[in-house]
């Protein structure tokens, strides 16, 4: 595998996704080869070159292997790089440098969602074997965009999503689509069920436990600012 072309081919397709005014100085590090590449996007341009020193707004860390897995669509990149907080490592790690500012965050999950697929229609496979456990349970990140990030999450029985305490400052909505169990969104505890959706307030608990015998499937939605 030549990994240089292959990132150069995924470049080439990925200048053809991205707004012309996006600015982004990225390192893709291999830890098993070992070798690190540069990617530089700037003014609808994307080129990959050999590391350099210069500063980087955000650092990622991966092996071959996950890369090939990730090539396969055998795990998505933003799902390999999910993380409950940002101290957390993740099988494809990163870290901010120097040079990153919150504004760049939005460049970066689009980076994740659409560099490593070449093609312009994004497909997210669904499903167990395609996730990771984040926030306590199995997570597969949909799609994120300044103002509304999406997820699929699998609760198995004994597991919850989130703790008490954990907070958003903006608004979220949860839409079962299997199971029942407990769970605490703000100030109110109740029963959720499949088939129905449960629209929480920011800045408002929002966990759920499975207290039964079968899985529990949702998809998560936030929006509004600072989502």
Excluded: C
Excluded at 108 to 114: D, P, Q, R, W
Excluded at 154 to 163: A, C, D, L, R
């Amino acid at each position: 595998m030549d990994l240089l072309e292959i990132l150069n081919r995924h470049a080439i397709q990925y200048a053809q996704k991205i707004e012309k005014n996006v600015s982004l100085d990225l390192s893709l590090q291999f830890v098993d080869v070992p070798t690190t590449y540069d990617i530089e996007i700037s003014e609808g341009d994307v080129s990959v070159n050999p590391a350099d020193e210069s500063p980087k707004d955000v650092h990622f860390s991966l092996s071959k292997d996950l890369f090939e897995q990730i090539l396969r669509g055998d795990i998505e990149a933003f799902t390999a790089a999910a993380k409950g907080d940002f101290r957390e490592e993740a099988p494809l790690d990163w870290r901010v440098g120097n040079s990153f500012s919150p504004e760049k965050l939005k460049h970066i999950y689009h980076f994740l969602m659409h560099f490593f697929t070449e093609s312009p229609i994004k497909v997210t496979k669904i499903g167990e074997q395609y996730a990771r456990k984040v926030h306590g349970a199995l997570a597969i990140p949909l799609y994120y965009h300044e103002g509304v990030r999406s997820a699929w999450y699998m609760i198995k029985p004994g597991e919850q999503i989130n703790e008490v305490g954990d907070k958003n400052p903006f608004d979220q909505a949860m839409i079962i689509l299997k199971g029942q169990g407990k769970a605490k969104f703000g100030d109110e505890e109740m029963r959720v069920q499949k088939n129905r959706a449960y629209h929480i307030p920011k800045n408002a608990d929002h966990v759920v436990w499975n207290d039964g015998e079968e899985d529990i499937v949702l998809i998560f939605l936030a929006y509004g600012k600072g989502a």
